[in-house]
């Protein structure tokens, strides 16, 4: 029986990004892989470095990790409502606090379009 191994997140922001990792590490089947603790580690070691050369953020975002699947040549079907960001994010507390949303709005329609 095959065995996915939890990983742990690493970070407060990049529980996405372990996610994708375990699927990864599920698929590429890295021999010093062996427990959830090694699993972690090489989340650290290897794909979180790997993401933040490819990828260059901390305000993920789910076509972020959808582009760093596709990168690795992993099929994957992705579906969502809206194509791009939605205008209406910008109205939203949250997204009002942040000084970078045009740039982040922008990078991400980016995505959506590649």
């Not at 990864?24 to 070691?45: F, G, H, W």
């Not at 994957?76 to 982040?104: C, D, R, W």
Request: charged share 20%; with cysteine.
């Amino acid at each position: 029986q095959e065995t996915m191994f939890k990983v742990s997140q690493i970070r407060d922001w990049d529980c996405g990004l372990s996610q994708v990792s375990a699927i990864l590490q599920y698929i590429e089947k890295p021999e010093e892989v062996t427990d959830n603790e090694s699993a972690t580690r090489y989340y650290r070691e290897v794909h979180f470095p790997q993401f933040e050369k490819d990828v260059h953020v901390s305000a993920i975002w789910t076509i972020d990790l959808v582009w760093f699947l596709h990168l690795r040549n992993v099929p994957i079907s992705f579906s969502t409502i809206t194509i791009g960001v939605s205008p209406e994010l910008a109205n939203l507390p949250f997204y009002q606090q942040s000084h970078a949303f045009k740039e982040m709005a922008t990078r991400v329609n980016n995505l959506f379009q590649q």
